[in-house]
């Protein structure tokens, strides 16, 4: 599904200028920084990006980077693509974006094992995909598109690992194992941005 609809925004990403209202005729840079509101579920976290590229008739493209506090905190770090659109008077856009998302360290975990013993058990992140999906509305300022309204699907994946016993019966040995959990993250993002 996710594969599905990043293909599906580049689709539109790489649509003709006939979707375009945009004057220029040069490739030119573009840097935009963007704070958002992460929901899902019931938490609600924030994430802020900034983002650079080359922009030609509408369509930008771009490297960015975040920092993402939903749950754990994190860093994405992505390649981008936006399309600009005029639709009935109104200055739209799409946008997508796939990297990865840069998680690393060790936390210490403070557990109670049994009834008199505290222990700690040392968690280990590693990181994982992310991807983004979008839409967003252009606000003109001094007639220049500056700011940028928009609402996207994220999707980050974060793993932890961590070590634990268990107790085999038949030889009244402890044994240690290591669990690995995966985490998908899936978020729906209102941001905010402002291009230069």
């Not at 960015?64 to 009935?88: H, I, M, N, T, W």
């Amino acid at each position: 599904m996710v594969k599905k609809m990043i293909r599906f925004s580049f689709c539109l990403i790489m649509m003709g200028p006939c979707l375009v209202h945009a004057q220029q005729k040069k490739w030119k840079p573009w840097i935009l920084p963007e704070a958002g509101k992460l929901i899902a579920s019931s938490a609600f976290s924030t994430d802020y990006r900034l983002n650079a590229g080359l922009e030609k008739n509408g369509l930008m493209f771009g490297l960015g980077g975040a920092v993402d506090q939903y749950r754990f905190q994190s860093y994405p770090v992505y390649l981008q693509g936006r399309k600009a659109f005029e639709f009935r008077k109104v200055n739209g856009f799409v946008f997508s974006s796939m990297g990865y998302n840069v998680k690393s360290g060790n936390a210490t975990m403070n557990n109670w094992n049994g009834w008199w013993f505290p222990s700690t058990t040392v968690v280990t992140y590693r990181g994982g995909a992310y991807a983004e999906l979008g839409l967003g509305h252009l606000v003109k300022i001094r007639k220049k598109q500056r700011l940028q309204l928009s609402v996207s699907w994220v999707m980050k994946a974060v793993q932890e690992s961590y070590p634990s016993s268990i107790w085999n019966p038949a030889d009244q040995i402890s044994q240690q194992i290591t669990n690995q959990v995966r985490y998908t993250m899936h978020r729906t993002a209102l941001r905010l941005g402002w291009k230069f």
